[in-house]
């Protein structure tokens, strides 16, 4: 039997794929429920992300388990809607002609940002098409120095700056350039009237979760049961952080994984496996084998609002100004209210860097109250007595900080030589989560260990 530590996106995938190639499999999931990070809410209508998901044309392996799953005829390409919020006013910055009108940059700020997101380079004055083509070029390159010299510094401080801010805060200068480029190629093709097509799936991203689910199997996949150690070739099951020690006593010689260790119904139970695929965040990887991760990870604190009232024409409104939250959502400007009963639903969200940030520090009810504060100011339409309910998710590891030197932290799939023979890694620390963690970098991922323990990769 393969053990599969998780039954989020990359969990479920790993486990999908290994059952379509003959294998036996079990997922553990710590929590009541699957999903991970794509879990949801109920609303009056179909469920909603508990943080804000959807799909860029890019990704192309999720589209693929959707349609084999079925789903294909629920997949939807919408236009977005973009816009900006510079002193008090929602500037829309989706379509050509709504930057070419954005008052805060002048014309030449705007030609040499163009150029950057078409990958050009015009530096000198000779336009070369290939700088950009290898990010990995730019993998030490800090995102500053880049910008101002790929850009100008009023697009640097008048566009990128605020948007870095909400995005990573204080570690915003400790972010490669490489990272940047990667996202700008990971956004679908944008056409110059309607600006950019993002996915998303009818009634949500945990139809394609439950699918995936049912597709594996219930009686494959127990939920609250927490794995709490990887045992080796050495013998006992290891209570974390000795495995990698194992294959270290072992000169090389390789221990080999034997079983797993799970809690449940506080129960211990111990499985024999042939193989464990940890898809969990890297701190879980290191407590269970001891394998030490050193890509550092930002944590998200995400209200989700019910309301009856629609604020603005924009789904996607990033804040240049001083704001409680990092980002404002509103998820039913990109699919109709209609889906949820008639709710209107927006989300107002901050990415955190350390415990002791304020916002970290305060219960849920301080966190909305706070918010609901944010959201009057800068809508000043904005009725309180309109909110039919809201509810905040937080989780202290949701993305990778992606600074210089990314690459060599990224934990391997196949963790035979530095763990132990038949340790499989698919968590957000991987390969296929760079530059952007995604659904479709997890699916991926599970994928690739499935492929590597079966000798298909
Ligand atoms: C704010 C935010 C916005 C996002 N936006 C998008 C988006 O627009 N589009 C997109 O595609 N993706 C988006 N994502 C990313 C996407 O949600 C993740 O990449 C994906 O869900 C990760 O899946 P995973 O299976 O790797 O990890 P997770 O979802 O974290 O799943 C890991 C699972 O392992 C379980 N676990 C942990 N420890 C143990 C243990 N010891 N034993 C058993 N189980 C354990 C956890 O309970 C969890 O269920 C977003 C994420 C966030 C937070």
């Given at each position: 039997m393969i053990g599969v530590v998780g039954g989020g996106v990359a969990g479920l995938a790993a486990a999908y794929r290994l059952q379509q190639r003959g294998r036996e499999v079990q997922v553990f999931e710590a929590s009541d429920d699957v999903g991970g990070l794509a879990a949801v809410y109920e609303t009056a209508g179909d469920p909603i992300e508990k943080f804000y998901h959807h799909l860029s044309a890019s990704e192309g392996t999720i589209v693929e388990l959707i349609e084999e799953l079925g789903l294909g005829g629920d997949l939807e390409w919408r236009y977005k809607t973009d816009s900006y919020y510079v002193d008090g006013v929602v500037h829309p910055m989706e379509k050509a002609w709504e930057i070419l009108a954005y008052p805060h940059l002048s014309i030449y700020d705007k030609f040499r940002l163009a150029m950057l997101v078409k990958e050009i380079d015009v530096r000198g004055g000779i336009p070369r098409f290939d700088t950009y083509d290898d990010i990995t070029d730019f993998e030490d390159v800090p995102i500053k120095e880049f910008l101002l010299d790929h850009t100008t510094r009023h697009v640097y401080e008048s566009f990128w700056e605020p948007l870095l801010d909400a995005k990573f805060g204080s570690r915003k200068e400790d972010v490669s350039a490489a990272w940047l480029l990667g996202r700008v190629k990971f956004r679908g093709e944008r056409d110059v009237i309607r600006g950019e097509q993002l996915g998303y799936l009818e009634g949500g991203f945990g139809v394609l979760l439950d699918e995936l689910y049912e597709a594996v199997g219930t009686e494959n996949v127990t939920t609250g049961a927490r794995v709490t150690g990887i045992g080796t070739g050495t013998g006992a099951a290891a209570d974390g952080g000795s495995a990698v020690a194992d294959a270290a006593a072992a000169g090389g010689g390789g221990p080999s994984v034997e079983s797993i260790t799970v809690e449940r119904d506080e129960e211990t139970e111990t499985h024999d496996v042939d193989a464990v695929v940890v898809a969990a965040m890297p701190n879980v990887l290191e407590d269970l084998t001891g394998y030490p991760c050193e890509i550092d990870f930002q944590g998200t604190v995400c209200s989700v609002w019910s309301t009856d009232q629609s604020l603005s024409d924009t789904y996607w409104l990033n804040i240049k100004d001083e704001a409680p939250f990092g980002v404002f959502i509103e998820h039913t400007n990109f699919v109709p209210p209609e889906r949820y009963g008639g709710e209107h639903l927006y989300y107002t969200a901050s990415y955190i860097q350390s415990p002791e940030e304020d916002l970290w520090e305060m219960s849920d009810a301080e966190v909305e109250e706070y918010w609901a504060d944010g959201i009057e100011d800068m809508f000043p339409g904005f009725d309180p007595a309109s909110v039919n309910w809201v509810q905040t998710a937080r989780n202290p590891r949701t993305a990778p900080i992606y600074e210089r030197g990314y690459l060599d932290m990224v934990v391997p799939y196949d963790l035979s030589e530095e763990v132990a023979e038949g340790i499989y890694y698919a968590g957000m620390?991987?390969?296929?989560?760079?530059p952007e963690r995604s659904l479709d970098g997890g699916i991926e991922a599970g994928y690739a260990c499935a492929d590597l323990i079966t000798g298909d990769r």
């Open positions: 620390a991987s390969k296929a989560q760079y």
